[in-house]
């Protein structure tokens, strides 16, 4: 079964028990510090977790692109990916487990033809302030003997060998806990994992004995469950009275297991693309498996983010630092392959892989293009630098420090260093590169936390306040500047608010003097804010603004504030205008060609 019987079978599965389609959104977060990219069909969904009403219901389902940068490092395993797409269904305070296990269960047997022998479950082993979920358990023994499986609870502790005919059932804590954040307000609860059994044999470099949460490689993780019950207060965990459910199951591995497939990569989502690497470098994919799956998957992840309507160019600064880390990976990789330049070639395979589900990636495609072939052009100066830097090592010990600076200054993974040491018979000292790493990793940790703390997704008085500054500030750039303004992006911290929008020149000191009076009068007006839900169509017609080329559910929220601002938005917003206080343009600068950011606070 090909990617997109399952993307079509998963949407209409869900349909049939009454949830409503909505959109993939943007690869970029709009509104949000907290993350870079969009990493998981829930993203999107943060403010109805927590009980403001969808205008679409409280039964929801889609497929979602996303990007995961943790897994950057990871990727050649057979399994990994930087890029992927959720499949995901919801439950906002209406079903809860005994509804989603039966109906998950159902889609993996009956629609896409799954051996409910493959099948295993994780749960959560429980705490001391969380009980275990023997609900859970209780009901997957009931839906496997439906299946005509007697599935029997593993043990606890996996210090032994496993009969994994008889035990399907797995408890684990941390495995099986999901919280959104540690503070008061949180989200949490239980998550049940389906893991699916590939035949593969056991490698005991990942522990003696194999359980459904090994690395080794013979179960994988296909999807998700998890049961939003709880909410973080000064005391400790407590129930929440609407218990959510939101699940995600990863198309790329699905399609994998339902053709018994060995890897993702062998799958109608990669190998159009694994097929013209082979053609471009005269090799074969079995010839280097790590090189084929880095080079296909950086430059799927790069077309997406590059042909995302929230479009990010390779940058040294957040989103764009991990393009360019993309594009420059893969070069690497692609010369180890005897590939000098493909950048035109896999875009092309990539756009014609998505271009029924995701048409920007057609209406982009010069610019993917052209991108792809700007950095390539740019990096192998940079390589020719490093290698004669390279060259200049006289001892036979390659320094861990030496190592990391080739790989930070000019991109060399270390498997390329190793590689050109293993030539010219040196050695490198990986010890002391991984203390240079981790290093480096703990300064990055530290700054992200400062750069991307707060957020839209944490719902803080603050954060509402500046959220609602926004919609005025676009009118008051509209009014000063000129209708051709539109919004192109903004970002939100408790501290401040970041706005990008269109025009071709930098703003006077003068109309950047009027734009913030007008803002502050608009304040000082007490105008109500008003949500209304209507269709779409209704909604554009009403003369409510939208993002352009954003994708729109059917039924859409609409804030007004007075009459002078219309906007399509999820939210959260004040109720009345005054509660802002006072607004102050801090920075105005250029964010990109024909695009100027401005940076505001509210006092």
């Known amino acids: 079964m090909n990617s997109k019987e399952i993307r079509n079978k998963f949407i209409a599965f869900y349909n049939q028990r009454n949830h409503k389609t909505i959109p993939s959104v943007s690869l970029i977060p709009e509104n949000d510090s ?27 389902v889609n497929y979602q692109r996303s990007f995961r940068t943790d897994d950057i490092d990871d990727v050649g395993d057979n399994r990994h990916t930087t890029f992927f797409e959720m499949l995901g269904n919801w439950s906002l305070g209406d079903y809860f487990k005994e509804e989603q296990l039966n109906w998950w269960y159902s889609f993996l047997i009956e629609e896409i033809g799954l051996d409910p022998n493959r099948l295993y479950q ?18 997957l023994k009931s839906i496997y003997s439906k299946y005509g499986v007697e599935a ?121 693309i694994i097929s013209k690497i082979e053609d471009l470098s005269g090799k074969k994919y079995s010839d280097d498996i790590k090189s084929f799956e880095i ?19 390779p940058s040294n600064k957040q989103q764009g630092y991990f393009v360019r880390r993309l594009i420059r990976r893969a070069i690497v990789y692609g010369g180890k392959l005897g590939i000098e330049s493909f950048g035109s070639d896999l875009a092309k395979e990539v756009v014609n892989i998505y271009k029924e589900y995701y048409p920007e990636l057609v209406n982009n495609y010069d610019l993917i293009v052209s991108e792809i072939v700007k950095e390539e052009e740019k990096f192998r100066k940079t390589l020719n630098r490093g290698l004669k830097e ?38 490198v000292d990986l010890d002391d590169f991984n203390l240079e790493m981790n290093k480096h990793k703990g300064l990055s940790q530290t700054a992200s936390a400062g750069m991307f703390k707060g957020g839209l997704a944490d719902s ?24 051709s303004v539109v919004q192109k992006g903004s970002n939100i911290t408790k501290e401040r608010l970041r706005f990008d929008f269109s025009f071709t020149r930098k703003p006077t000191e003068e109309e950047l003097k009027r734009i913030e009076n007008m803002v502050n009068e608009i304040i000082a007006d007490d105008l109500e804010v008003i949500k209304e839900n209507m269709p779409l169509a209704e909604a ?50 250029s964010s990109g060609e024909g695009v100027r950011r401005i940076k505001a606070v509210l006092g």
């Open 122 to 139: 994780t749960v959560y082993l429980g705490s001391d302030s969380i009980p275990k979920d023997n609900e859970s358990i209780k009901i």
């Open 540 to 589: 554009l017609n009403s003369g409510a603004l939208s993002f352009f080329g954003e994708k729109y559910p059917s039924v859409v929220s609409v804030y007004s504030i007075g009459k002078i601002s219309k906007e399509i938005c999820l939210g959260p917003h004040v109720k009345r205008t005054s509660e802002l206080g006072k607004f102050k343009i801090i920075k105005e600068e």
């Open 152 to 272: 029997y609870e593993g043990p606890e502790v996996i210090n032994q060998e496993i009969d994994f005919t008889k035990f399907k059932i797995f408890a684990y804590k941390d495995n099986n806990w999901w919280q959104r954040g540690d503070t008061v307000g949180e989200l949490g609860g239980t998550d049940s994992e389906t893991f699916y059994d590939t035949g593969k044999d056991h490698n005991s470099a990942f522990g003696e004995f194999c359980h459904p949460n090994c690395n080794c490689g013979r179960f994988i993780e296909i999807g998700n469950s998890v049961f939003m019950q709880y909410i973080k207060t000064l005391d400790g965990w407590q129930e929440l009275k609407n218990k959510n459910v939101d699940f995600g199951g990863g198309l790329e591995r699905l399609t994998m297991v339902s053709s018994d497939m060995g890897s993702i990569f062998e799958t109608d989502l990669f190998f159009p």
């Open 460 to 483: 803080s008085e603050s954060t509402t306040r500046l959220h609602t500054a926004t919609h005025i500030l676009l009118y008051s750039l509209r009014n000063i500047l000129g209708d």
């Open 295 to 313: 080079v296909a998957d950086h430059i799927k992840a790069s077309c997406f983010i590059l042909g995302d309507v929230r479009g990010v160019q």
């Open 34 to 60: 907290t993350l870079l990219f969009v990493n998981s069909g829930m993203f999107p969904l943060v403010p109805y977790l927590r009980g403001e009403k969808h205008p679409l219901g409280n039964r929801l």
């Open 390 to 427: 390279f060259n200049k090592i006289e001892s036979g010990i390659v320094s861990g420090k030496l190592a990391f600076d080739l790989y930070q200054t000019y991109g060399f993974p270390i498997e390329i260093t190793k590689e050109l040491a293993q030539e010219k018979g040196k050695k």
